[in-house]
């Protein structure tokens, strides 16, 4: 079975300092790794992605990860926070194949302060 | 991105009747499409999986009775809730994936039911 834990409830930083959202992930074959975003009362927004290739992987809104295979993490990053960031992140992982299912994590509420 | 449409994004209903939730796919083909469950300050809970054409996959524990799935073609994908209860109350989430493609799902935005 493949799961996610994200081990942080909540993550407090600064605006402009850098933001770090963990996540590690359990699966048996080659991980598909996802970064979402979600808003209040909205659906999720795709942020990026890890498929295959480069490990260090950049998504929309300044947002990067970087897959490492042997801690099996898949830890979210931004250089520089802003207030807008302030939302729930989830993390997901599934297997390549049609059949396969994404498996979220708990979600890390990001609150970015002035 | 690819765009996914959810509609209602709130919908009241009584105690007793049907609620139909409609998820679209407005420029891809969704061949692929998931609906999720999701309560307050929790991660999502996936319900069912259906691909175009035939009959959903329930998750376990998900009465298929009671949570009609429909995805009777590539752009659309539909949930009925019903004999609608009180405890169905919550966040109902879909998403989509061009399985041809082997990408990400992309999600709607949500539905908010409540039953009163």
């Known amino acids: 079975a493949q799961s996610v834990a994200q081990p942080e409830d909540q993550v407090n930083v600064a605006e402009g300092n850098p933001l770090t959202v963990k996540c590690t992930y359990s699966v048996s074959g080659n991980p598909y790794l996802f970064w979402y975003v979600q808003y209040p009362n909205r659906g999720l927004q795709f942020l990026l992605k890890?498929?295959?290739?480069?490990?260090l992987v950049k998504g929309s809104y300044g947002f990067e990860a970087e897959f490492n295979k042997s801690q099996t993490s898949f830890h979210l990053k931004k250089p520089s926070a802003l207030v807008s960031d302030s939302a729930l992140y989830f993390c997901?992982?599934?297997?390549?194949?049609?059949?396969?299912?994404?498996?979220f994590g708990t979600g890390t509420r990001l609150q970015v302060t002035l | 991105g690819a765009v996914v449409s959810q509609h209602p994004s709130r919908v009241i209903c009584k105690s007793g009747t049907s609620v139909k939730i409609e998820c679209r796919s407005l420029?891809?083909?969704?061949?692929?499409m998931f609906w999720y469950r999701q309560f307050p300050k929790q991660s999502l809970m996936l319900m069912a999986t259906s691909n175009e054409g035939s009959k959903a996959t329930y998750e376990q524990g998900v009465e298929k009775d009671k949570f009609l799935i429909n995805h009777a073609s590539l752009t659309l994908s539909t949930l009925t809730v019903t004999s609608a209860h009180p405890e169905d109350s919550s966040f109902y989430i879909c998403?989509?994936?061009?399985?041809?493609?082997?990408?990400?799902?992309?999600f709607g935005q949500g539905t908010r039911l409540t039953v009163v």
């Open positions: 998403s989509a994936r061009d399985d041809s493609l082997n990408t990400e799902a992309f």
């Open positions: 997901a992982v599934r297997t390549g194949g049609t059949a396969s299912k994404l498996t």
């Open positions: 420029d891809f083909q969704a061949t692929t």
């Open positions: 890890y498929i295959t290739g480069d490990n």
